[in-house]
T-cell receptor, first 115, second 111 residues
C-alpha cells in the first residue's frame, strides 16, 4: 500500500502567489482530512470530506483558502493569495470510514514557506 | 523521565529507561483518545488508543492510562530506545471524526 501521497513535499513561494497542494488518499478510503501544523497552533483540522463531499470546513482560516475533492482519489488545497502567516506544514489524511478510530493515516506533509 | 502537562514540552530520557508523557484534555464528554508519534519530517503515526470505559490499555512496550476524573492521559514507554525519539501527541476525538491534538512533547533519547 502506497499510503497517503502528498505533493509537493516542499514549496517556497512569494507572498501573493497562488499555492496548490495535492493529495491522493489511500485507495478505498472514503474520508479525507486536511490538517495544518504550526509551532504556534499545533495541528489543526482545516476541512473534512466524506465521499468527496465537504462535511466540516469550519477550520478553514479565511476565504483565501479553498479545498476540493473532485473524485475519490484526489484532493487539492489552494491558497490564493498566499501570505507569510500561511507558512506551515499541511497534512492530508484518509480513513476508510466516517469514524476515524485507529485507521487514520497521514501523509508526509507539504512544507510551505511563503516569503 | 516524566513530563508534566503541556507546559513542559521536552523530555530527555536515558536509553533503556522508562518514559512517561502526560497530557491533559479539555472536553469531559470525549470518549476516545489516541496517542500519536511524529518523527522528524513525517506525519503523525498511530501508537495506541483508549476509550473512556477503560482506564488502562497496553500495547507493545507502550501503556496508556486514562484518568477521567482529572481529564488526564499518560503514555508510558518501556525500555526507551533511540528510535523512540520523536514528538508525541495525545488527541481526543470530537464528533467521531475530528482529532483535537495536544501541544506535543518532544522526547529525546540519550545513548
Amino acid at each position: 500500500d502506497a499510503g497517503v501521497i502528498q505533493s509537493p513535499r516542499h514549496e517556497v513561494t512569494e507572498m501573493g502567489q497562488e499555492v496548490t497542494l495535492r493529495c491522493k488518499p489511500i485507495s478505498g478510503h472514503n474520508s479525507l482530512f486536511w490538517y495544518r501544523q504550526t509551532m504556534m497552533r499545533g495541528l489543526e483540522l482545516l476541512i473534512y470530506f466524506n465521499n468527496n463531499v465537504p462535511i466540516d470546513d469550519s477550520g478553514m482560516p479565511e476565504d483565501r483558502f479553498s479545498a476540493k475533492m473532485p473524485n475519490a482519489s484526489f484532493s487539492t488545497l489552494k491558497i490564493q493569495p498566499s501570505e507569510p502567516r500561511d507558512s506551515a506544514v499541511y497534512f492530508c489524511a484518509s480513513t476508510p470510514g466516517t469514524t476515524i478510530g485507529n485507521t487514520i493515516y497521514f501523509g508526509e506533509g507539504s512544507w510551505l514557506t511563503v516569503v | 523521565g516524566e513530563s508534566v502537562g503541556l507546559h513542559l514540552p521536552t523530555l530527555s530520557v536515558q536509553e533503556g529507561d522508562n518514559s512517561i508523557i502526560n497530557c491533559a484534555y479539555s472536553n469531559s464528554a470525549s470518549d476516545y483518545f489516541i496517542w500519536y508519534k511524529q518523527e522528524s519530517g513525517k506525519g503523525p503515526q498511530f501508537i495506541i488508543d483508549i476509550r473512556s470505559n477503560m482506564d488502562k490499555r497496553q500495547g507493545q512496550r507502550v501503556t496508556v492510562l486514562l484518568n477521567k476524573t482529572v481529564k488526564h492521559l499518560s503514555l508510558q514507554i518501556a525500555a526507551t530506545q533511540p528510535g523512540d525519539s520523536a514528538v508525541y501527541f495525545c488527541a481526543e476525538i470530537l464528533n467521531d471524526y475530528k482529532l483535537s491534538f495536544g501541544a506535543g512533547t518532544t522526547v529525546t533519547v540519550r545513548a
